[in-house]
């Protein structure tokens, strides 16, 4: 019984109800006219027959005072006096007359008028009219049930064609729910507008949950990069903090050794004090202006002047952040007084900048592995996480980190963001 329900249900069962009820109920109205037209025309033509004979038959009898001995198959006569009564009858007529007219009494047609001396009554059986008309009414019913049987195989042939296309989207989305594959491609060239313009809206619909959902995982990237970043920043200063006031509390310093480690705690203060208020800034500004973040991060390195107000679509202090980290990551893995170099430049539709370090550079294998999280190779000290949360950061802008390195040789990193002018981004 459900499963009967379900097919009722389905679509394509309900167009096959349809067009066969539809087709079923315009011939069974196009018979039942086609009937009534057959035997209102056949009874008309008998009638007119039935009124021609009874003249002439009355008046052969009142010219000879007889009526025909031999008679039509069917046909039947009465004369009636003037009180009623049957004076004279051949065949199977009524004991009194009927009214005066043509009638249609059960199965036969009668006209009765007045003659002379009484009444007249001829009368035919229907069986002429009946007879064809059941052929008809039998040829139409055939006709009528070999057309529903082929409106059933076509309206069944049509519905599948239909509802297939429809069943295979239907498909393809429970998949989709239950894999999570937004990069599908539905099929869009059906012949039916109508199915065609649903695969191809439910197709741009994929596409933007695919980009929400890209940017949603670039956008928990970037907040992870930028946790991981955060501790990273904070632990390294608030240490050489710690450390120095334990070592100034335990009076183990003296002299210029306890002046020299106050001002280093000092500085290692104000850094974690400018880290958190970028932190509390957070992305207020939604542009940054590249040459000015590359001069801050410079702090006293060599410095190669580009053009002058490159603007790009990440906030200044998470590409102050990135620039840090380059920065931090040349002078923590070369010895001291190696040269850094930092520089911008504009690549087409993209912004450039880059940490150069003229140091001891990396083996190939460790250049391989360097954007890993928590690898440190050959390189001696950190995390091994300033080069990975630099990519993540960047990369969820849009833009890309590479690296160039050789033993002996120094390292490269260029970092390249795509250029949004403020004009466009406020418009």
Known sequence: M??????????????????????????LLADFGAVYF???????????????????????????GAVPARLPLGESIAIYGPGGHRAFS???????????????????????????????????????????????????????LAAVLLAALVAEGVARGLTAPLSSLSAEATRISETGDLETSLPTSHGVREIRDLAEALQHMLSRLGQMFGALEASEQRERALREMTLHDLRTPLSTVLGTLELLAGGRLKGNAAVEAAALAQREAARLAARIRDLDAKEAEA????????????????????????????????????????????????????????????????????????????SVETAEHAFERFYRGDRAGGLGLGLSLARVLVESRGGTVTLETSQGHGTTVEVRWPIAPPAETEA
Do not use: C
């Not at 033509?45 to 009355?58: D, G, K, P, W």
């Open 287 to 362: 542009l940054s202006d590249l040459a000015q973040a590359v001069r801050r991060a410079a702090r006293g390195h060599h410095l190669s002047e580009g053009a002058q107000e490159t603007w790009i679509g990440a906030p200044a202090a998470e590409v102050g952040q990135v620039l840090d980290l380059l920065v931090d990551n040349a002078v923590r893995h070369n010895p001291e007084g190696t040269e850094i170099e930092l520089g911008w430049r504009q690549d087409e539709d993209m912004a450039v900048a880059w940490v150069r370090d003229h140091g001891v550079g990396m």
């Open 90 to 144: 051949v065949g199977d007529v009524p004991g009194t007359p009927p009214p005066l007219g043509v009638s249609q009494q059960s199965r036969s047609l009668r006209y009765t008028f007045p003659v002379p001396g009484g009444l007249f009554l001829e009368q035919i059986n229907m069986t002429s009219v009946d007879r064809p008309v059941h052929i008809l009414e039998g040829v139409l019913a055939l006709v009528t």
């Open 2 to 27: 459900a499963k009967a329900e379900r097919r009722l249900h389905s679509l394509s069962r309900r167009l096959l109800v349809a067009m066969v009820a539809l087709v079923g109920a315009s011939l």
């Open 38 to 64: 057959l035997r209102s025309v056949l009874v008309r033509n008998l009638q007119t027959q039935l009124v021609a004979s009874a003249h002439s038959t009355v008046g052969f009898y009142l010219h000879t």
